[in-house]
């Protein structure tokens, strides 16, 4: 495969920002500043790595204007170098095209309305009256259960499950072993055995989600679990039944939300993080990596709980006293009291 | 597909409770008393949501016999609203009827045995020697290994996979993801590398066992691991091998179990939570989200150890003392000293 | 399947060690001290357990010298008794063999280069111009991407995904809905919508690497994910883009590694730990399960912050006051003041 490459007066007039230096310099690919070589181009985020703007061996950087002088390399000046970066790289890298068809082995449901433009790889199944949007790619083992709607320009990679009855929206990307639409966790306890509650909801999906590998999105109880457009979700996410997750909030990777929280728009949270049930995040909430949110969040700001690590003997010496933090407190008043009380004699 | 319907009668008659109002009324499906229309019946379980019956455009309600006085719409009274809402919602919402058969594309093994009544969707591997009880469905892409046996009315997901060997009760339900049977994570350390131990015991599950999507459960070292009667999983725990989960214990998702540890029966575990290896945790205990269980409990009860979230900055100004509980207690210690020798003077 | 057997003469001669007690003794198979039965080898690796050896119904046992003292049984005397019954074990228990060839339902891609002694199972997809090397077994419902290179004597259980263009050493195991190669989390945010950034890397994984079931390995943004050789993967990790694992480092289940940090060689960390991106963790580290690393560590050692459990209204007695450490710790400074000042009077 011989990369197409672009002369950067031609990323200009298709990205924009300005040149610095030689505009005809050639470019096939992006790369990081410290391993780009010859034909490369790559971006400087943070003024903070400019000793690596120096060392690189790119053909060409993307910098902030401020940034410029720090380089006798061709520039393309952007404010914004990381997004420019991203739709640089994007115009190199298109998505892998699949010829349009249904591979043999797939098996087609009863009623399904499967899109001309669609690529259905091997041993894929689509259940009864499903419908797939036009240019959608379903790479093999996938299953779409009965009823499901899917998008235009979907691309779910192999072996993702979607369950019967759901609605996924235009741009959908889902990574492999991702499961859309799972009963949620719903039991009654009666005379000591479980009930199972069916899980009548659906799960709907807005325009442009991306859902990373092995993460699971539960079907609603009664009610549908909802994901908004524009939603980033990465890799062994867990989404309980009747969630809603609001537009652009992004989750990184093994965190947990459990039943009927609403997460608000613009949301950022981070890594291993865990979402109580029943509760509200505000709009453009921030929580840090490994934080357990156990109440409603109002107001939009930076929420955290990590617990600092330290070297085991030196935690255990610590740690020992989390179980009388009380008891501690009690004291420190004590002694205030009684040091009052002695100079008040 | 016109959805059954019943008169209140016809419920009480075969789920008991008592009517109060029109007998007559006609209930099609169930729902959620924020969101309930014409033909739907929805319940009160918890006082505190009464405001909710008030406003709700339910055709008929569930309540207590205390909260049947805060509505006038016609109510089933039961003393436990929750688990009746999930007997009417099984009987509303039976699960889908598969035929029986066997898809060609499946793939059966020499000397499986297949009840006549078994559902084997498309792509379905079962392997040599496996036995599937009747009334059972297996559905596309599953994977059954050679020698494992599956009860009756089993129900697996898509892209289910059972290792070899292992023995799965009656009524069983896996969720898409889910993998029952794979290594322990077995390891001895000689001369720099690891060798690998062989993991030959099996997984051994009874009766009633629900399993969430991307759910794992590994199959034992020596002896086996074993999931007890009427065990429910939710999505994404990982149980390791030679664990033993008592009978009608829940957990909710992402819980970790580590080797060889025993769960009691009737436990609760919230999620996130993780209980470390070789460890025994008493019946009816209660295990709080994202609580680290480091210790044998060997008394029913319930147990916590989450951090506090707060905004960034003010955990940051409190976190950094953690680090320092064992030098405020000495001193602490030494102030109360201080002050008792200056008293005494 | 008749077991076959070795006199304890034979099993010294394979694999070392010296007879104490009876040589002819022949073995079929391990066990546990506590369910061992005749014709079965245990082990003790741990003198706190001798008293299992006491009661064991084993034939023979494996021991230190310094236990061996303890029991009457036929011993195999070893210095790592743990070590010598995973050679023992792997003996008594080689993996399952399958007859090369490739099930007619599998598809492979144009130009696909499969050794002749590799086994392809029903329903697997290999991409165009991928290779697998000989001896390799690809089980049920396995996709491999294009491009992808795998090395000899893998051995991929059913539904494993491994995308396109990776690279894959000698002796891999990986477990079911293990995804190798998916895309890194990787967004720009531009005029309130999120961008996808290409994930251009691959996932290079050296040799005799195990990964567990639903672990995923994301492929890198621009440079790749690196497994290094020797590696052991527990069930349900979460290795994100640029992640770089140093040879013979294990981790157990369910922990999460964000982006670009390079975890070094000889590591062992702890279920459910999770490490924040961009860090480097020294060669030799112990993280312990539920740690988050939140900083670089740049020695050797065993680190830890578990936050202890309690009953929880104890606990929530104690954690209250983790909003006031800072309160609390400026109150001892503020009573030392005072007691200091009134001293000096």
Redesign the interface.
């Given at each position: 495969m011989s990369q197409p490459f672009y002369a950067l007066t031609e990323l200009v007039a298709r990205l924009g920002g300005q040149i610095q230096g030689d505009a005809t310099t050639q470019i096939t690919?992006?790369?990081?500043l410290?391993?780009a070589g010859p034909g490369q181009i790559a971006f400087l985020a943070n003024s903070k790595y400019r000793k690596q703007l120096e060392a690189t061996a790119a053909s060409a950087v993307i910098v902030t204007e401020a940034d410029a002088e720090a380089t006798q390399l061709p520039c393309i000046i952007s404010n914004?170098p990381?997004?420019y970066?991203?739709?640089l790289?994007?115009l190199?890298?298109p998505p892998?095209k699949y010829a349009a068809g249904i591979?043999p082995?797939a098996?087609i449901g009863e009623g399904a309305t499967i899109s001309p433009s669609v690529y259905i790889?091997?041993?894929v199944?689509i259940g009864a009256g499903a419908k797939i949007g036009s240019d959608s790619v379903i790479?093999?083992?996938c299953?779409v259960g009965a009823g499901t709607v899917v998008g235009d320009n979907a691309r779910l990679?192999?072996?993702v499950?979607i369950?019967?009855n759901c609605q996924i929206g235009h741009n959908f990307?889902a990574?492999?072993?991702a499961?859309i639409g799972?009963?949620g966790?719903?039991?009654?306890?009666?005379a000591?055995?479980?009930?199972?509650?069916?899980q009548?909801g659906r799960v709907v999906i807005g325009d442009?989600v991306?859902v990373?590998?092995?993460t699971?999105i539960?079907r609603g109880a009664?009610?549908d679990t909802v994901i908004e457009d524009?939603v980033?979700l990465?890799?062994?996410i867990?989404v309980?039944h009747n969630v809603r997750i609001g537009a652009?909030t992004?989750i990184?990777?093994?965190v947990?939300i459990?039943g009927s929280s609403v997460i608000g728009r613009?949301c950022q949270i981070g890594?291993?993080a865990?979402i109580?049930g029943h509760l509200q995040i505000a709009d453009k909430s921030v929580i840090?990596?490994?934080?357990?949110?156990?109440k409603t969040v109002r107001e939009a700001?930076?929420?955290?709980?990590?617990?600092?690590?330290?070297?085991?003997?030196?935690?255990?010496?610590?740690?020992?006293?989390?179980?009388?933090?009380?008891e501690?407190?009690a004291?420190?008043k004590k002694?205030?009291d009684?040091?009052a009380s002695?100079?008040a004699k």
């Open positions: 690919q992006v790369a990081t410290e391993h914004n990381y997004s970066f991203a739709k790289s994007a190199l890298n892998i591979h082995s098996v790889a091997a041993h199944v790479m093999a083992g299953s990679y192999p072996n499950t369950y019967h990307i990574h492999s072993g499961v799972s009963d966790f719903g039991l009654a306890m009666e000591g055995r479980w009930l199972k509650i069916p009548i442009d991306e990373g590998a092995n699971t539960d009664l009610d524009d980033k990465d890799n062994q867990q309980a652009h992004a990184a990777g093994c947990g459990a613009y890594g291993s865990m109580l840090s990596a490994g934080t357990l949110i156990s700001g930076t929420y955290t709980a990590i617990y600092p690590f330290s070297e085991t003997h030196e935690w255990r010496k610590n740690a020992v006293h989390l179980r009388r933090l009380d501690m407190f004291r420190i002694l205030e009684e040091l002695s100079k």
